[in-house]
């Protein structure tokens, strides 16, 4: 512990030194200057995507000119769209802080609880966590409605109706104030009783709480959204198990996901723990000729139509081809044989453990939530925790998610080398031209802001990338 005492005593001396700091002022600055970079970014790949209205050589070997024009207009849109709506979470951040909303909100949850007789930090906590989120879903619900029912539809991409939509916002938005509320209350109480070494029974907790969230979102919290239907006996099935079973890979379930209910883009992954892994695919990344349920009814039943007629919305118009689905698992399954679930999860709890000992630290400066507009003295735990992790850990979040980006974009390449080692290199090729023409992925990036922000590299990079592997390892 002698490292994290001459820790403490430094931050000490550094409270002591800019003791007059306005603690509230010093994050809007750096939140001004995070958003005035972020914007510089965005407007880099605007002009790339406004300026190059024609494909260029490169580009011609992915799409053709009128998919790359489809492409085009909805990287404008998503662009122009997401400026707008920064724009204004941006002054949103401002007013809520200058305005003092926040310990406004947290009053008035004091006062709702008083009402009904109650007393209780914990209490008040959850009142406050519930009203806040029913808030910002009521104010961001015309954003997300726009960016659902305008552009993903102008584009082909939406499949939800209004009704679908509702629905569904409200059972995510009920589900995660329930899963907040579990952990937050035992989160508060430990911080409070556990004393000086507080960051270590929490940090303890949050780790729990995540793997046991980890273990039973699949087969209890996902099925409430969307269908996991087991993929029959099919050659598809007998590839992806020949796959696995070629890297020992111990697949013990293969899922497809009716993820075409609510969009048409494209996904798989996979899941679990030791000897229980599940690969998940999206039935929107597999293509006619290779999909067994193309054609089954909600029972697994073979449907019938009149006349022998097909149901052609069953038909799957995009998608991969067997082996081009079996060469992106050959990538997916690179980042289980490299050891690139665990390698960020060691890296992310390690973290997590330095930022509750330095929220022990600041939790102790009564001016830093006064600066925000709490009354002298006050030091509710949730509003500490709040505003600690968002607003003065502001500029570590920034540095961790860049680093965090970086590491992510050397695992695809690793994972993209893998598959070719396995020599699925030029399905894998052909998989993320499709995959990139279906999604209207726009194949041209600006190097400065795909590098800040992209944590998968873009298509054009990564087949080059592919490209030379074959070579290499040929």
Known sequence: MGFLCCLNDFLKVCGESFGNVNYMYCSLAFVSAEFLFDTYLICRQRRIVKETDSPTEDVNKLMDQDTYTKSRWYSLDKINFGIIHDFYSYFETLGVSLLFITPFFWDVAGR????????????????????????????????SLYRTFVIEERHGFNKMTLGFYFKDTLKKMLLSNVITSLIMTPLIYLIQWGG?????????????????????????????????????????KTAIE??????????????????????????AFFFGFF????????????????????????????KQFP???????????????????????????????LGHVYKPLVINQAVILGMFYMFGVLVKNEQMLADFGFPQGSQPTLMSLSIIFQYIFGP???????????????????????????????????????????????????????????????????????????????
């Open 396 to 474: 570590f979040n920034k540095l961790f998610s860049i680093l965090s980006t970086q590491l992510t974009r050397k695992f695809e390449f690793q994972a993209d080398a893998f598959a070719v080692g396995l020599g699925k290199g030029p399905l894998l090729q052909k998989a993320l031209v499709k995959l990139g023409t279906d999604n209207l992925s726009f194949p041209l990036s600006d190097k400065v802001y795909s590098a800040f922000t992209y944590s998968h590299p873009p298509v054009l990079e990564r087949l080059e990338f592919i490209e030379g592997e074959i070579k290499k390892q040929a």
């Open 242 to 267: 020949e796959l696995a079973s070629s890297i020992n890979f111990p697949l013990t379930k293969l899922f497809i996901v009716d993820g075409s209910k609510r969009s048409n883009h494209s996904n």
């Open 196 to 236: 000086d070494y507080f960051f270590i029974y929490a940090w303890g907790l949050v780790f729990a709480f995540s793997m046991g969230m980890f273990f039973i979102y699949m087969d209890f919290i996902a099925p409430m959204f969307d269908t996991y239907t087991l993929v029959p006996e099919s050659p598809l």
């Open 112 to 143: 709702t609880i008083e009402y009904f007789g109650y007393s209780h930090e914990l209490i008040q906590s959850n009142v406050f966590l519930w009203q806040s989120s029913i808030i910002m879903a009521i104010i961001h619900l015309p954003w």
């Open 275 to 302: 000897k229980n892994k599940r690969i998940v695919l999206f039935d929107t990344l597999l293509d006619e000729t290779c999909n067994p349920l193309l054609g089954l009814d909600e029972d697994g039943n073979k």
């Open 307 to 337: 006349s022998g007629e097909e149901d052609i919305e069953e038909k799957q118009k995009k998608g991969c081809s067997q082996e081009e689905v079996v060469a992106v698992l050959g990538h997916e399954l690179g980042h289980w044989y």
